[in-house]
């Protein structure tokens, strides 16, 4: 079983950066399709990004395009999302999650893992 934990959130200004990182234990990120959940107060957790096992393509959701990238560095077993630009609106809990050797997919159902989350809070 693999486990999941997030680190890299703040408080930064709008139109500030971060790095969130997920690093895993139990397994290795090459064999999972990995994603990047977030969830604002008062909101339902929702899509923000994800790579796939295989091949490692990507895929965002529309509202963070063009600003947050997510990479995966194997050697370290670890996934990042870069987030720039950040908007006020873009507060929120940020979650890693992993979905064995699983396809694209945006939904929250097909991740097996979830790491505790990691709060990111952009003052304007």
């Known amino acids: 079983q693999v486990q999941l934990v997030e680190s890299g959130g703040g408080l930064v200004q709008a139109g500030g950066s971060l790095r969130l990182s997920c690093v895993a234990s139990g397994g290795t990120v090459r064999d999972y399709t990995m994603g990047w959940f977030r969830q604002a107060p008062g909101k339902e957790r929702e899509f923000v990004a994800h790579?796939?096992?295989?091949?490692?393509?990507?895929n965002y959701a529309d509202f963070v395009k063009g600003r947050f990238t997510i990479s995966r560095d194997n050697a370290k077993n670890t996934v990042y999302l870069q987030m720039n630009s950040l908007k006020p609106e873009d507060t929120a809990v940020y979650y890693c999650a992993a979905n064995w050797r699983g396809s694209s997919n945006q939904r929250q159902r097909a991740y097996d893992y979830w790491g505790q989350g990691t709060q990111v809070t952009v003052s304007s």
């Open positions: 790579i796939t096992w295989s091949g490692g393509s990507t």
